[in-house]
């Protein structure tokens, strides 16, 4: 349906609409980050849009949103507020939620603040635990750490290509569209974030939110991510009433390694 610049309040979002409206739900996505825009997610999101409505936006700080706030506008709940604000403001009603990697904490989130704009979320190459959690199983996985290596020596230049893409032979492909998305880099400051200057992405007991959510919950994840391992994806899924989807020898982009595959778990997901 194309692009627009979206008012929700203070600040503007740039959207991005994939396919028509219909009587299906729209699927709003939460992108990760979130020092970048949603432009990295869309291979994923192009087979879906056949069938969906799907929208997409930068966050605030990201992108072609708005830019240059303060420091303090830049926080997790102003993700949440936007999201809220942004359905309201198409009037998509009931949405079926997507939350990608950071976004996915985001998702978790807005159905603890907004349970009742959501029919249906999916959490996607995420985690509801701490990165410690995650540390623990990479410390002892030998290919993390030889790819961590090379990440190292390139000085980063390959940008997490060859620890975000199972398949090498993918890598440069994936870095190719990294670097055609200049325009969705964002002012999000990873600093801030090291020391301790940015709210907590859930406000709340993760497993506590999605189980009193109490709705259709689908777990996506690929089977080599190295950014949150399969495992945390598992312990979520004993943890919560959910499906579990994990997409063999794909890593934390598995949307964009096995497009096809990856948006067809969600449709049947969505569809069910």
């Not at 700080?61 to 420091?71: F, K, V, W």
């Not at 939620?97 to 603040?113: D, I, N, P, Y």
């Not at 600093?191 to 259709?216: C, S, V, Y």
């Amino acid at each position: 349906m194309g692009d627009s610049l979206v008012d929700v309040g203070g600040v503007t979002l740039f959207v991005r609409e994939l396919g028509r409206r219909s009587e299906r739900p729209s699927v709003v996505v939460i992108h990760g980050g979130p020092d970048v825009g949603h432009g990295y997610l869309v291979p994923g999101f192009e087979p879906l849009a056949r069938d969906h409505h799907v929208v997409m936006f930068d966050f605030r700080g990201c992108g072609r949103s708005s830019r240059g706030l303060p420091d303090d506008d830049l926080q997790p709940e102003y993700v949440v507020q936007d999201t809220h604000r942004l359905i309201e403001r198409l009037e998509l009603g009931a949405v079926d939620l997507v939350g990608f990697s950071t976004g996915g904490r985001a998702a978790m989130e807005f159905v603890h603040k907004h349970p009742e704009q959501v029919r249906r979320l999916v959490l996607a190459s995420t985690s509801a635990y701490s990165s410690a959690d995650a540390a623990a199983y990479l410390a002892d996985w030998d290919e993390y750490q030889r790819r961590q290596r090379v990440e190292d020596e390139a000085n980063g230049a390959l940008r997490n290509s060859t620890i975000f893409v199972w398949d090498l032979a993918r890598a440069p492909a994936y870095l190719q569209l990294l670097e055609s998305l200049d325009t969705d880099l964002g002012d999000w400051s990873y600093e801030r974030a090291m020391n301790g200057l940015m709210h907590p992405w859930i406000t709340g007991d993760p497993e506590q939110i999605l189980r009193a959510f109490a709705k259709p919950i689908l777990i996506l994840h690929g089977e080599k991510d190295m950014g949150f391992p399969v495992q945390l994806a598992h312990r979520l899924h004993k943890a919560v009433p959910s499906q579990l989807a994990v997409i063999p020898n794909t890593a934390h982009m598995c949307h964009f390694e096995q497009p096809e595959t990856w948006s067809q778990h969600i449709r049947e997901f969505l569809d069910g």
